[in-house]
Nanobody, 125 residues
Framework: QVQLVESGGGLSQAGGSLRLSCATS?????????LAWFRQAPGKEREFVAA????????NHADSVKGRFTISRDNAKNMVYLQMNSLKPEDTAVYYC?????????????????WGQGTQVTVSS
């Protein structure tokens, strides 16, 4: 089992940048897991943002964030990051870190059994 703790959320103006971090801990190092970011805006379903393979050599980003957001990981530090640039008001949401030990990085939220508690990102216009 793995525990996930997000940080780095906050308030940004449109066009600004934020970097989210997710610390992983547990009996197995983070390199065992496929890691991902999801987000959930008020009144909407939780949606996929980005995922990264165990070694970091393969990444997948949602079309809505492609070219603006970048997922990365540092297995030595048991961390996963989400660099968010050119933020838009529609990026406002609670952002969640998620992990799974099997499957593809393109899998939906149902394929991830482990979740953090989320961090709020608010983008003002």
């Amino acid at each position: 089992q793995v525990q996930l703790v997000e940080s780095g959320g906050g308030l940004s103006q449109a066009g600004g940048s934020l970097r989210l971090s997710c610390a992983t801990s547990g009996r197995t190092g983070s390199s065992y897991y496929i890691l991902a970011w999801f987000r959930q805006a008020p009144g909407k379903e939780r949606e996929f943002v980005a995922a990264i393979s165990r070694g970091g050599d393969s990444r997948n980003h949602a079309d809505s964030v492609k070219g603006r957001f970048t997922i990365s990981r540092d297995n030595a530090k048991n961390m996963v990051y989400l660099q968010m640039n050119s933020l838009k008001p529609e990026d406002t949401a609670v952002y969640y870190c998620a992990a799974k030990s099997a499957g593809l990085i393109s899998g939906g939220r149902g394929s991830y059994p482990y979740w953090g508690q989320g961090t709020q990102v608010t983008v003002s216009s």
